[in-house]
């Protein structure tokens, strides 16, 4: 635990020290918080009665009964909710990438490959230095998301459709377990390429799924339920498991050094 605690405090420090990786990093969930709660507040005083034709406000229960202007707040606040599954994605992703790519372009990689320290101890503790922030700044921002919601929401019956139980499971179980399914694809990626960039692009398709759901609960594909919830956390966990140990066999340390020297 001593050594990965190294390579923790290690890769935090190099963090704090790249304020473009800092600004990149914090920026975008600031936005993808204060996003919502504004539009949710125009639209206290907007009716829309387009919203009563979305395939999302026919389809799910929990909108039944609203009033146009309920109904418009209740459906931006779902859609821009799942947002937050995002964040554990390109949070971990951005740290992740540059981690190991990072340390190649600065030839410091090679003397960390070559220190007496177990794969699983270096893999370990540059996960966590990207598991740890993504999972913190998704949390804190939900708690934002949720308080502002408390705030502008029309009625309690808009704000419960907005931040019920299934969105819930998905912040509190499933980020951290997209968090570490992105970071999982990062190293193993970043341990093939040689430009943080690429290594940043490429680990972008793991958000191709939310997608899926974003546009599948707007067309009313799809309700999100805490049994639905649930179920998308198991089989996360399933991938998180998988791809952990898939970005463990492809690290192989040996032909970094010798290809990267």
Not at 8 to 33: I, N, Y
Not at 148 to 171: C, E, H, N, Q, Y
Not at 203 to 226: A, K, N, R, T
Request: charged share 10%; aromatic share 6%.
């Amino acid at each position: 635990m001593h050594k990965i605690g190294v390579i923790l405090r290690k890769e935090w420090l190099e963090l704090r020290q790249d304020r473009t990786l800092v600004f990149s990093t914090l920026l975008p969930p600031l936005l993808m918080t204060l996003m919502p709660i504004g539009a949710a507040f125009v639209l206290r005083g907007t009716p829309d009665s387009d919203t009563a034709e979305l395939g999302i406000a026919l389809a799910d229960p929990s909108l039944a009964g609203l009033s146009y202007v309920e109904l418009g707040q209740a459906v931006i606040g779902k859609q821009f909710s799942l947002l937050f599954l995002l964040m554990p994605l390109f949070i971990p992703s951005i740290i992740a990438a540059y981690s190991i790519v990072g340390e190649k372009s600065k030839r410091t990689l090679e003397p960390l490959l070559a220190a007496p320290l177990r794969t699983s101890e270096l893999l370990l503790g540059k996960a966590l230095a990207a598991l740890i922030p993504a999972v913190a700044i998704t949390w804190v921002c939900g708690a934002v998301f949720v308080a502002g919601m408390a705030v502008v929401a029309l009625s309690p019956r808009v704000f419960a459709a907005i931040v019920g139980p299934a969105w819930l499971i998905l912040l509190l179980i499933c980020s951290p377990l997209l968090a570490l399914i992105a970071i999982a694809v990062s190293v193993a990626i970043s341990s093939r390429v040689n430009d943080p960039r690429t290594a940043q692009q490429l680990s972008g398709v793991v958000v191709v799924p939310i997608m899926l759901i974003f546009f599948g609960q707007l067309l009313g594909l799809l309700v999100l339920s805490p049994a639905l919830s649930l179920g998308a956390a198991a089989v996360l966990a399933l991938v998180a498991a998988l791809a952990t140990w898939s970005a463990t066999r492809l690290f192989q340390r040996e032909v970094i050094l010798t290809k990267w020297t």
